[in-house]
């Protein structure tokens, strides 16, 4: 094997083909606080935390390829922070499909989901969360 090249980022973009493409731009900006970055047309949207890149993509039909996404995940800086936040989506109505649980590694995460069935995990991972950047 060669030598690995400079260290990557991490995790910063997601796509997701929705078919409410509406209903899914207000779960993550109303309920997960992102903000629109960038909307190209009718049937796309750029969404961004300031670290990060989501786009939305009004689905046709059936995702191309038969693609299956099993989760996206949204990093947490505090364990304390999972529990509020578990609260906070489930009292917004996102169904709720595993309940907040400490993980062997020592995270803390629940799952709920998006509009579109999408599993969407809110985390707290210590190791990612000690590297991330100061908020602004």
Not at 26 to 39: A, C, I, Q, S, T
Not at 72 to 101: K, S, T
Request: aromatic share 8%; with cysteine; hydrophobic share 40%.
């Amino acid at each position: 094997m060669r030598q690995r090249p400079p260290a990557h980022a991490g995790l910063r973009h997601v796509a997701l083909f929705v078919q409410d493409l509406e209903a899914c731009e207000r779960f993550y900006v109303d309920l997960l606080g992102l903000h629109v970055e960038w909307r190209p047309d009718e049937d796309s949207v750029y969404l961004s935390s300031g670290q990060d890149n989501l786009a939305l993509h009004r689905a046709p039909g059936p995702a191309p390829g038969g693609a299956v996404l099993d989760h996206i995940g949204f990093l947490l800086r505090r364990i304390e922070d999972v529990d509020p936040w578990h609260v906070f989506m489930r009292d917004n109505g996102a169904p709720i499909a595993a309940v907040p649980r400490t993980h062997r590694d020592g995270a803390r995460s629940f799952y709920c989901l998006d509009p579109a069935g999408n599993r969407v995990q809110i985390i707290f991972h210590p190791p990612l969360a000690g590297a991330l950047r100061p908020l602004r």
